[in-house]
């Protein structure tokens, strides 16, 4: 009964925040550049021989649709999108009603009772949508078996070991919590659990390093916003270099394969 009502209250949240995301992310120059970092950090993580016109994309935790905007723009294939929240596939129909006839189809659902048949997606894409599952193991589970045998995996979250994730702590205890469920991972947990769903790491990359959540408020936002130029030349620059920074960023993205005999995990 508990969980029901937990996951009501995300529901009812993310209801909440979908007519304004769009609005939160073009106002707020901070949360925007990290949706920016993130996107490109996914994109950058996906070759185009992983891609082709009959590839099968699942953006698992679609949102309002923004990174299936992206992805037509990139890719002419079918992708697919699922969100627990009935007004963010409301506002990714309407979004994306203007692409006519590209590939696209979206629908409701829980992706820890993921509907979809087996070895249905060539790639699968599951980004900042696995903190807000209390039991998102299971969901990860679910996607591998939905993912077709050497089909890509790319999940992202908020990393708990990084600058943000200390002001988040701070945050907590001086504000509290604002959200229902939004549990950040690491690398270690992610990594462990994509080994025991047998998905074999291929590679890593972190985004975000600087400012931190500081600069979600006035007036450390107005400061920080000057020197996001700064910002984005030190993440292509120093931050996503391959070395160990990848691994505290405040978005932490790991690329997994299925295999059907895993080899080497980062």
């Known amino acids: ?135 998102w193991q299971d969901a990860l589970k679910g996607l591998r078996r939905i993912l077709k045998p050497e089909g890509v995996l790319i999940i992202s979250t908020p990393n708990i070991f990084s600058l943000y994730g200390v002001q988040r702590k701070i945050a907590d205890l001086l504000i509290g919590k604002s959200h229902p469920y939004d549990v950040w991972k690491d690398y270690k947990l992610l990594s462990a659990q994509l080994k025991k769903e047998k998905m074999e790491v291929v590679s890593v990359m972190g985004a975000c390093y600087l400012p931190g959540m500081i600069a979600y408020f006035p007036p450390f936002k107005n400061v920080f916003s000057i020197f996001l130029p700064q910002l984005e030349y030190l993440e292509d620059k120093i931050f996503q270099k391959g070395h160990f920074l990848k691994y505290f960023g405040y978005i932490i993205a790991i690329k997994a394969k299925k295999r059907i005999q895993c080899k080497y995990y980062l």
């Open 1 to 135: 009964m508990e969980d029901k009502r937990l996951k009501r209250r995300i529901g009812n949240f993310f209801d909440e925040l979908a007519e304004r995301r769009d609005k939160q992310y073009q106002e707020h120059l901070i949360y925007g550049y990290e949706q920016r970092r993130r996107i490109m950090t996914i994109l950058e993580m996906l070759s185009e021989e992983e891609i082709s016109n009959s590839s099968v994309i699942l953006d698992a935790g679609c949102g309002n649709g923004r990174d299936i905007e992206v992805l037509l723009s990139k890719y002419d294939c079918c992708i697919v999108g699922i969100d627990f929240s009935e007004r963010m596939i409301s506002e990714a129909k309407k979004k994306l009603q203007v692409k006519t006839g590209s590939k696209k189809a979206l629908v409701r659902g829980d992706l820890t009772k993921i509907g979809f048949k087996d070895d249905t997606f060539d790639v699968i894409i599951c980004s900042q949508v696995l903190e807000h599952i209390p039991n």
